[in-house]
């Protein structure tokens, strides 16, 4: 009873700290983190508590009741107060995300995963970063001024990827891409990464299927090839014919380690672009942190097949429409996921060798690829992201051109569309100021620069290609972009995916026509594109008629009020009454805002306030020698009290907004 009766009260007193310390941290707590935070509070302050006051007495009822003076509350304050201390440290370090009400977002792994997972994190973090100072990164950096340091840096930082391995060497080829961005030198260095992608194994691949397919691999496909066609980092695809259609299909699988690799590395890779940008002004400038961002988030999408699937249905309804022999391999919805995608077998072979065009016209293939992309692209705004040879099949029998590998497509909006017509049309009349214009529309920062000093420098750029045969497309673009760069401008991010499309697909047409002038055939689409908009009208009258009477019926009732509006409006002006009024709390969204920022300095000030209260008493009950000052010290004892748990609930709820936010 001696014992029992203490470790009684102290389990009472620990569920009582339990809920007031739940109500005074906020609803939507974590149970198993209040649970932890009492109970290292409670043995904490504990054995203070008895190692201060209650070592050596006898540990009966009456010698608790004997102690229930201020040390004893003190103590339970000291347990309340530590246990949000405490639960502050776990959200601080704990990187789960919370929705718009502050609650947990399901499907997320238990605290001591996340502990682990956090521990294999700094762990890999620290051999990426010890790889690249080992490498000569951080110092090489520095003095990225000449060709000969440049070139050092170059070696370094191909040998950092490499050997980071991974999610970092398809990051380097990547960026092997990005001439725009990189000298030469870097170029050719980032060109020599190779990553040895081994074939999943027979077991893997009938694992694969069974976890992914509605039924067993003999239900769906008559024939099934384990031997892979192609195979790569990401996934691998195979031949086979389904069962119920006997149609020929391709089947992609997803390599089952890819997802957790990605989750793994793709913050690692984050980290490391931060962590290079912080070490280099070169870096900063370059916006290497932006970059890989971006290829964090391309990367995302390809891992998911649901997306490629989405992509491939998308640019087919574009096309079906479309008078240009361009195909887009059928989707079998009902066999594909995010793991595994099924689609028709893509018929002919691919256009890296142009021999193969014994009975056609390479100019007329060429032509054809080329407006079917400028359909895509400046009429639809959704097109086909990676045309490099090997995803565009064309076959000699049917002279159909079709395009595969969808991981990747490219949106462009309305006024960007516009922007890139009138890029086109600028190269091709040698205009620089229309090539102004068009430039306009593709960047972010445009009224930031004088529209005369870029235009002399677009000017510059035209005369280099003015009275040559055939316009280096990639030399162009690449000057486009270091032109923009200089002026501290930006494309937009679909728009530099877009203008490299144009340099990846201008290689592809030269492969297979060589003499293949990719501006002069856009001017060529887009006077096609005119005369067909224009007689469409005629052509399809019925059609036009529809449209008409739509676009009248949702004018005509705003044309009918616009005399009393006008009316309503002179009235107004001669009586004084016309204001200009904004209202920020009309907004929902703002209201909320403002109010829960409001509360927020409301509290703030109020636990500050509590502050300085408490220690001017304690700085006044420095000069009482009477009996007075005993109620001062309690008085500014208990306002600092109440200052910490008011400071210590504001800093969980700020986390809480930071976590929401991200």
Known sequence: MHIITP??????????????????????????????????????????????????????????????????????GSMLLISMLIYLFFELFDPIALDENNGRVVGKKSFIKRLIGYWRHQKRLRTVLRIAVTNGITRTM??????????????????????????FIKFGQVLSTRKELFSPIFIEELEKLQQNVTHLTDEQVKSIMKQNLPGEIDEVFSYFSMKPIAAASIGQVHRAILKSTKEQVVVKLLRPEVKEIMREDLSILIEFANWVSSKSQWAENLGFRDIAEGFAASLREEIDFNIEARNMIQIKNVMQNSNLKVHIPKIYEQYSNENILIMGLAQGRSVSNRYQFYNSNC?????????????????????????????????????????????????????????LKLFFIGIQQRDASILFDGISLLVKN?????????????????????????????????????????????????????????????????????????????????????????????????????????????????????????D??????????????????????????????????????????????SVALLAISQFINTAYAIYLNTAAYLGLFLCAILLVRLSIQAIRDMKRNE
Request: proline share 3%; net charge neutral.
């Open 568 to 613: 309503q409006l002179f009235k107004r002006v001669e009586d004084g009454k016309v204001i200009l009024h904004h209202d920020i709390f009309s907004d929902k969204n703002n209201s909320k805002f403002i109010t829960q920022l409001f509360s927020k300095f409301v509290l703030l000030m109020v636990g500050i306030t509590f502050g300085l209260i």
């Open 446 to 566: 445009k009224n930031d620069v004088d529209r005369h000093d870029l235009e002399q420098a677009i000017s510059q750029i035209i005369l280099k290609i003015s009275y040559v045969d055939r316009i280096q497309t990639d030399e162009l673009v690449y000057s486009i972009f270091t032109v923009i760069r200089d002026y501290g401008l930006q494309f937009y991010p679909s728009v530099s995916v877009a203008l490299r499309v144009v340099v990846t697909l201008d290689g592809t047409l030269r492969i297979i026509e060589p003499t293949f002038n990719i501006f002069e055939e856009a001017k060529k689409f887009s006077n096609q594109y005119l005369k067909q908009a224009f007689k469409k009208p005629f052509k399809e009258p019925i059609a036009t008629k529809d449209r008409l009477e739509e676009e009248l019926a949702l004018i005509l009732p705003n044309l009918r009020k616009i005399p009393r509006r006008v």
């Open 7 to 76: 470790i009684v009260q102290i389990f009472i007193v620990s569920v009582i700290i339990f809920f007031i310390s739940g109500r005074l941290i906020g609803s939507n707590v974590n149970i198993f983190k209040r649970i932890l935070s009492v109970i290292i509070s409670v043995s904490f302050t504990t054995f203070i508590f008895w190692y201060t006051y209650l070592r050596g007495m006898d540990y009966s009822f009456t010698t608790v009741n004997s102690v229930v003076n201020v040390a004893t509350l003190l103590w339970i």
């Open 363 to 419: 100019h007329d293939v060429a032509e054809t690829l080329l407006f079917s992309y400028l359909e895509q692209a400046l009429v639809s705004g959704i097109f086909h992201a990676d045309p490099h040879p090997g995803n565009i099949y064309y076959d000699e029998e049917t002279k159909v051109i079709t395009l595969l590998d969808f991981g990747a497509v490219c949106r462009l909006p309305t006024t960007q569309q516009e922007g």
């Open 142 to 167: 520095k003095y990225a001024r000449n060709r000969d340091s440049d070139r050092e840096l170059a070696v370094a930082f191909r040998d950092t990827l490499e050997q980071c391995g991974g999610i």
